[in-house]
């Protein structure tokens, strides 16, 4: 079946370095990927999205970069901050519907 | 701003209760969404609504049921809740095909 994966689930990164994190898909014919993040005591947040006609996208302090060769997703945080501090999920669009990856928390070091 | 509430953030029920979880969202979107989300193993689609009276089942329907009678609430029913529901319910909606907004969750308790 289906599935998304994290290579990693959890991530210690030290304040205002770079922070990747990295999501391992299956279904090559999706055409939409997204990441999300999600705060304690909260609901995921929408960070960035991007299509499979693209390889990169870049927001305000995160990139999102897509190798379809080897079915990979990553994103990634310039100068990471204590406010990054979350879980990180990365989804796939299929079927109108998103499959979820298990979640990576990312953990900031002073 | 884009609001999904959910009617409560926590919730302990007994073994055998029928349970309601109520979702509403302000942004007039078409799409709606409950989840249930557990450590480790994501988000899992339970059920979904394309629209008003409309319901499809997601990848864990069993023990579930929905309602959606108007466009701005969108229900999930535990029938007879039991321990294995115990979970993070989430619920979203969405306009375009794949971006969706979250409510707060609701941590429900099945002892």
């Known amino acids: 079946g289906e599935s998304v994966g994290l290579h990693l689930p959890t991530l210690s990164v030290q304040e205002g370095d770079n922070s990747i994190i990295n999501c391992a898909y299956s279904n090559s014919a999706s055409d939409y990927f997204i990441w999300y993040k999600q705060e304690s005591g909260k609901g995921p947040q929408f960070i960035i999205d991007i299509r499979s006609n693209m390889d990169k996208r870049q927001g305000q302090r995160v990139t999102v970069l897509l190798n379809k060769t080897v079915k990979h997703l990553s994103l990634q945080i310039a100068a990471t901050q204590p406010g990054d501090s979350a879980v990180y999920f990365c989804a796939q669009g299929s079927n109108y519907q998103l499959i979820w990856g298990a979640g990576t928390k990312l953990i900031i070091k002073p | 701003d884009v609001k999904v509430t959910q009617s409560s953030r926590y919730l302990v029920k007994r073994t055998g209760e029928k349970v309601f979880l109520e979702c509403v969202q302000d942004?007039?979107?078409?799409?709606m969404f409950w989840y249930r989300q557990d450590p480790g193993l994501g988000l899992r689609l339970i059920y979904f609504s394309y629209d008003v009276k409309m319901k499809e089942k997601g990848d864990i329907p069993e023990g579930y049921s929905v309602s959606r009678e108007k466009k701005e609430r969108f229900s999930l029913i535990l029938e007879s809740a039991s321990t294995n529901q115990t979970s993070m319910y989430l619920c979203a909606s969405s306009f375009s095909q794949y971006e969706q907004f979250f409510g707060p969750g609701t941590r429900l308790t099945v002892l």
């Open positions: 942004m007039d979107h078409e799409n």
